[in-house]
């Protein structure tokens, strides 16, 4: 392979670095009209009135949309394919409000300013309702979150909304409870972990503008333009013909830019004043009124024989949707479908429990998609497990984790939001990664701790899987186009959305038309001009979006060869082309590329060489990857440094492999924020104290001592050139890995993330005063 | 995004006319580097800067190093002779303050009339017996500083900090490097020892009952310095707060009281 | 009302209101390149060079600017070519939106402190967040870039 797999610069990299107009607010019309939305200062509340005479009277003010402007027709904003596993509880405005920053009402006007002095001028008056914010007190509550009567579930995701329960699920494989009771060994424990933020350094951004031809043209920073069109359509009920949907290049998403945030509202805007409108959240807004990950707990056993042998593992689970129900089902599913299987030889399995609304903020999709709550559970968990079997838990893993050719029954029984489909591991290369890991770390000789005068040094590792997109829901499609001068156009549907789809598919193109880089142009994406792809999300570009570019190269390059034969005049079979030109291997005739795509353009028999061509996966094969951190514990204070973290990954061939790299990097430093430094905390009313980059802290460049981020040599057939997903796998492993070094250390167990040194401190007091 | 409300602006070329225009009334306000002003203030009615009044220097003479209230915290960080003093724990406290962009914007002036909680420099400065020098009040220490029960209303011209050979310890416990304060501790060593804690989460005490102690003994033994902690813990107060609670504070002053007298007995 | 600032080598009057900061007239006057992240000095994607100092233009009132000089990443255009060459080997690009703040907080770091250790690059770059990256494969591609003597 020449391209794939080679270093290539990234296709965008030099002008992003220069400053040139990229992203959605640099292309805002410059008189667009501002929305504001007034955002409710309780927990949970009905509106009983709202006085907005004065802030009409301002000049500037365009308009004051509440509730009472809208259609009620229930949606969901989480930007899922159709129809979406998440419930229809939403509504662009409603009576009720549920959490402290929902949309109470939204201002519009000629500027900011004008704004947020209308803003001043509203006056609400409220019904203030209890509120739940207590996740494990939501269900059967004499409070109901949402008693509206419009909203439903699409299909049966386990809505109960009389109940506060959004969505729920239970899944057996053999009888666990037999299972444990025959176990000589069993562990108990139950894991927290936190509403993590996404903070993505571009805020949520929208800008629209009706276009000449009288549609409605929609900037957005989204992974999902093509759901984007649709929920709006739903929801404003505007033609779909009529919106057309352009993501640019955006600031970084990791889920939280997969579901709709401000779009309604400029949308409706727009629509409906002829004038262009924008809105862009402030970073309060993001923080509060965006969402985050969904909290969960969960309760672990586990049980093994004498003989070394993991026999039965139970999940209950217990997660928090906060306020809305995105993500809800989908997410919860993933904390058992992408972290059960690791462990594919037991005989039982048992996963189950409900998602709770409570009058939070919202929690909806972030990179790892529940995997990484799993992981940190069942993680832990087997490393607990070990200590009471007084087993080496590397040995354990060896012996009871998935290797190739293997499978587990989970796959054939959940998907997301439906059943799964049943799959062979054709690349796991899991055992090579534990293998490269314990050595990169030197955990022989660190394991479990070194201890000096005033520190101890400890490792903890961790393993981990994930999926490539969702098999026989998610679709990419890609068009290829070859223009004169032999050069090519690309486009997709899939959303670049920083993580390097554009260079990545690129490279695909160019790999299989044997041409480089800068021969083939990519565009991505536009409602209006490139082909269908549900998003960036569930870690399918690569693998499935990129299978799309690799059908559509390779029609192409047919559709080229057959016209060359007819120039050539020789039949399809003789014609050898290497990418610059055709050769007609009888005659020794030959045309190059360029001469071919000037005659087919301009000269003879002219015709546009264009094909599309799209791609539904048929599985889902997982990377893989091994974990390992090295920590530094103060023996007094419990302040722990991260000296290095190791991935060893398996994530089939890497496409780019300095990209991939850089997917791993990053997953991982968002993974040891969520492990130890992002805290997420709420007053005692409800409202969300960390809501600004003041107090909601993410890892600096000076708190990332060293990472170590190797990929095995892999190739799934099934992949684009052997590729599998490398996206999300990265952000899993931290928090288990962080929480098992902190017991090699010191011998006490953190179950509820993140790991702060305080928490250390005070279970190494509980630990001393035994 | 407009955060606060501005009447007008002024930037007048005197200190009288600043003065003036900043005792006319409570809603007129100084700014400095306006970091801090822009994210705590709703509404000024005059904004007033001192941009024009050339508050902006580091000078010394043979008692003192004078910095102008206008300097930014960066140019204290990076200026060579600061950096000697007090084994440099300026430079250090400032250096561990945000990035470089606010420390170019921020001024030593603005950090001290801010009266921070979670203020990093004013422990140092309180180590440093700092001196400050107001435009009527004439100067008072710091100390004197922070007993005032409100902020004076006059500009602060410059810090004075005495030229003395003193040695010198600074410790930021933080979450993660761009974050405010767990616990920050300070201590210097001439003479006597001076040492102060900030961010406990109220602003920076001087534990002088401490320092006394130890300024009465010659031979630190462990015994002496846990007594000295076990005073330190007594006569400052501690809470709890979104960053910690109380009990972990006291464990790192403690632990850092003790390391940083180690250091500077060195 | 009305101000003359000096952006990029080029003087002009901007028409401004009192209040505003130098963030909020750069972008309006189409200096896209300059970004908004947090809107209180936490993250640095509004960097700008103000008398060749990087400071974060969204906590800088505009008013008091005239005078001084203010440089974009349009102004410093070759060094930003070659920082984005070295990012593109290192595999150093993600979304980008903290870029061209890197750039120019990169390129005063060279001015001041060209033989910068592997410690003070990352405190001098402190500020400048980036959630994508992991910040590893920047650091390489800047010590590179100061390593650079075309
Ligand atoms: C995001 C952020 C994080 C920070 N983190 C830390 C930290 O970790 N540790 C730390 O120690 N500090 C921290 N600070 C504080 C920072 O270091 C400065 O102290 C702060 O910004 C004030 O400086 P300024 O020049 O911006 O003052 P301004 O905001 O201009 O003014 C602050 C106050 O002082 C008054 N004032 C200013 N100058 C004068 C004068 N000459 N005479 C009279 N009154 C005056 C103003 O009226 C105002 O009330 C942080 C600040 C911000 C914005
Ligand atoms: S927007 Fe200025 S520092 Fe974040
Ligand atoms: S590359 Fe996205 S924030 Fe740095």
Redesign the interface.
Known sequence: MKVVNNKVHSVDGLGIMKGRKAYTDDFAEKDSLIIKVLRSPHPFAKIKKIDDQEAKKLTGVEMVLTYKDFKRIPFTRAGQGYPEPSPHDKFVLDEYVRYIGDEVLAVVGSSDEICRKALDLIKVEYEVLEPILDFEQAIDNQVIIHPEPEIHEMFDIGFKPKRNIAAAYEMNVGDVEKSLAACDYVIRETFYTQAQAHVMLEPHTVNARMDYQNRICIYSATQTPFHVRRIISQGLEIPLSKIRVIKPRVGGGFGGKQAIHGEMLVAFVTYKTGKPAKIVYTRKEVFESSYTRHPMRLEMALGADKNGKLKAIDAKVLSDTGAYGEHALTVFMVTGSKVLPLYNKVDSVRFVGDVVYTNHTPAGAFRGYGAIQGNFALESAIDILCVKMGVDPIKFRQENMMKENETSPIFAIMGEGTAGTAMNMDTCKLEECVERGLKLIDWQSKYPRIETEDKIKSVGMAIAMQGSGIPYIDMGAATIKLNDDGFYNLMVGATEIGQGSDTVLTQIAAEELMTSVDKVVIYSSDTDLTPFDVGAYASSTTYVSGNAVLRAAKELKSRMVEEAARILETKIENIDFDGKRFLNINDKKEISLIDFSNQITYSHEQKQLQVTSSYVGHKSPPPFMAGFVEIDIDKETYEVEIINYVSVVDCGTTINPMLAKGQVDGAIVQGLGMAFYEDVQYSKTGKLISSDMLNYKIPTRLDIKNLTTVFVDSYEESGPFGAKSVGEIGIDTPPAALANAVYNALGIRITKLPITPEKIYQEMRKKNEK | ??????G??Y?PETLEEAYNLFVESKDNKI?GG??WV??SLKRVEK?I?L?QLKLDYIQENNAYYEIGAMTNL?SVETNENIKLIYSGILNQAI?NI?????R??ATIGGSIMGKFAFSDLIGVLLVMDAKLEFYKLGEISIYEFLDLKKIPEDILLNIKIPKRDSKGYFKK?S??????SIINIAISKGKNFIIAVGSRPGIAQSAINTANYLNSQTNFTEEILDKACDIAIDELTFGSN?R??K??RE??V???IKRGIRQVIK | MKINLNINGVSKAFLIQENEYLLEVLRRNDYTSVKRGCDNTSCGVCTVLFDGKPIPSCSMLAIRCEGHEITTVEGIEKEAEKLANYFGELGADQCGYCNPSMALTVYSLKKENKHATDEEIKAYLVGNLCRCTGYVAQHQAIKKYLGDES
């Not at chain 2, 979450?175 to 405010?180: E, I, N, P, S, V």
């Open positions: 995004m407009i955060f606060m409300e501005i007008k602006y930037a700014i306006g970091a822009k994210i904004l800067s941009d960066r250096s945000m990035g470089v962009q606010i170019n914007l416990v979450k993660t490097h761009l974050d405010f979104l910690a609670s009990e972990y464990l790192l403690r632990t850092y």
